[in-house]
């Protein structure tokens, strides 16, 4: 099973950027990574995926390594809204997702 | 359009006791899921189907059965229920084109 590991925590200020690390060193060629975020009592949301190239949406920003064997998730300007435990996960089939632990995020007003 | 809808929100069973979780999607999506999801910890895919009247197994199948009957229905089925199923179970669903899956708000089972 393609892994990924992640913080199990992380704290950012109101306002300020956030950058939430994810290694996934067995990553495959066909491998997307995804990654979703779940708050509190509630289902996971889908925030960004990729495969090589860097993406940016409306939500947020994901950077990939050269050689993919790690990537970043960028929250630009991080709100109380964004806190929560972001997940990243690898597709193998594009159906079995594997979660982890995820890092939950705190953000201090 | 409701999205991913779970019936029913929360259920107190007795060991040994069975029951079905509903899951309805709207989207006309091909692909089904249902997770577990144990306290801090990350979701486990427990059976999945790619179509009307097709299933798979996912990661912690053991002690579960599903149903897709229907394309905008996935059943989860616990015919023994023991402790150890004492989870939140979130159902999923997705397009087959995209890799996006829209997740329901998940029922929490708590079996004594």
């Known amino acids: 099973d393609a892994k990924t590991t992640q913080p199990n925590s992380m704290e950012s200020n109101e306002e300020e950027p956030v950058h939430l690390p994810c290694n996934h060193s067995t990553i495959s060629g066909t491998d997307y990574i995804h990654w979703y975020r779940q708050l509190p009592s509630q289902g996971p949301e889908y925030v960004i995926h990729g495969l090589t190239s860097n993406v940016n949406n409306r939500m947020a920003s994901l950077a990939i390594a050269e050689d993919r064997k790690s990537s970043t998730l960028i929250l630009h300007r991080a709100t109380l809204r964004d806190a929560a435990v972001y997940y990243c996960i690898l597709s193998l089939t594009g159906n079995q997702f594997y979660f982890g632990t995820g890092t939950s995020l705190t953000v201090i007003p | 359009n409701a999205g991913v809808t779970q019936t029913p929100k929360f259920r107190v069973l007795k060991t040994g006791q069975s029951m079905t979780l509903l899951c309805a999607q709207d989207?006309?999506?091909?692909?089904m899921y249902w997770y577990r999801q144990d306290p801090g910890m990350g979701l486990r895919l427990i059976h999945y189907s790619v179509g009307e009247g097709t299933t798979a197994k996912g990661e912690v199948p053991d002690g579960y059965n599903v149903s897709r009957l229907k394309k905008q229905n996935f059943l989860l089925g616990l015919e023994s229920a023991a402790p150890s199923q004492t989870s939140v179970y979130f159902c999923a669903s997705r397009d087959s084109l995209r890799a996006t899956q829209y997740f329901g708000p998940g029922t929490r089972l708590l079996v004594l």
């Open positions: 989207m006309n999506h091909e692909y």
